[in-house]
């Protein structure tokens, strides 16, 4: 199976702060890549497909990059309601495998 | 509005059955790939069974292989999931998942239905 090993574990920031999560694969995955956002309670929502092509109605101030085996995601201009835990997902090689997520705190 | 609703989560005994319901609406259910993704209390995402939009391919992960199976009934606009021989292990919120294009990522998600797998 190929790994997903997501940094940080958590995370601590500001009001309109930026932040960035990575995720690395263990093998090449080109672009098979995604991202989710997870609230306690709520629906799993997909952010990011693709690597860096944004689900519609997902406000721009979430982005991803990357290819191969390392990706980023970003988050400007921080909100209280960006409060979730946030991971990332290949679909390169069954099974589909999901990093061990990041924990996102306003300070 | 796509809308993913499950049911039949509850506590159940080592060793015992559930079967879960993942109700569609929204959207035409035999168009698309189907899937369920678990979240146990405190760990990450972990997907763990997969139904084509034709029901004729469908996967498990290798830790629910043989226990869990997965189908659908367009008829009804459900999916399920049978889980036979829980294990404590298997305790986690079950989420259902609609799958986007080559079911590459997963574009609508349920709440999700909390099993409880306890002595």
């Known amino acids: 199976d190929i790994q997903m090993t997501q940094s940080p574990f958590s995370l601590s920031a500001s009001v309109g702060d930026s932040v960035t999560i990575t995720c690395q694969a263990s093998q090449g995955i080109s672009l098979r890549l995604n991202w989710y956002q997870v609230k306690p309670g709520k629906a799993p929502k997909a952010l990011i497909y693709d690597a860096s092509n944004l689900v519609p109605g997902v406000p721009s101030k979430f982005s991803g990059s990357g290819s191969g085996t390392d990706f980023t995601f970003n988050i400007t201009s921080l909100q209280p309601e960006d409060v979730a835990t946030y991971f990332c997902q290949q679909y390169d090689t069954l099974p589909i495998t999901f990093g061990q997520g990041t924990r996102l705190e306003i300070k | 509005e796509v809308q993913l609703v499950e049911s039949g989560g509850g506590l159940v005994k080592p060793g015992g059955s559930l079967s879960l319901s993942c109700a569609i609406s929204g959207f035409t259910s035999s168009s698309y790939s189907m899937n369920w993704v678990r979240q146990a209390p405190g760990k990450g995402l972990e997907w763990v069974s997969f139904?084509?939009?034709?029901?004729?391919?469908?996967f498990h992960v290798e830790s629910v292989k043989g226990r869990f199976t997965i189908s659908r009934d367009d008829a009804k606009n459900t999916v399920y999931l049978q889980m036979n021989s829980l294990r404590v292990e298997d305790t986690a919120v079950y989420y259902c998942a609609r799958g986007h294009g080559g079911n590459s990522w997963f574009d609508s998600w349920g709440q999700g239905t909390l099993v409880i797998v306890s002595p």
């Open positions: 139904i084509s939009s034709s029901g004729s391919y469908t």
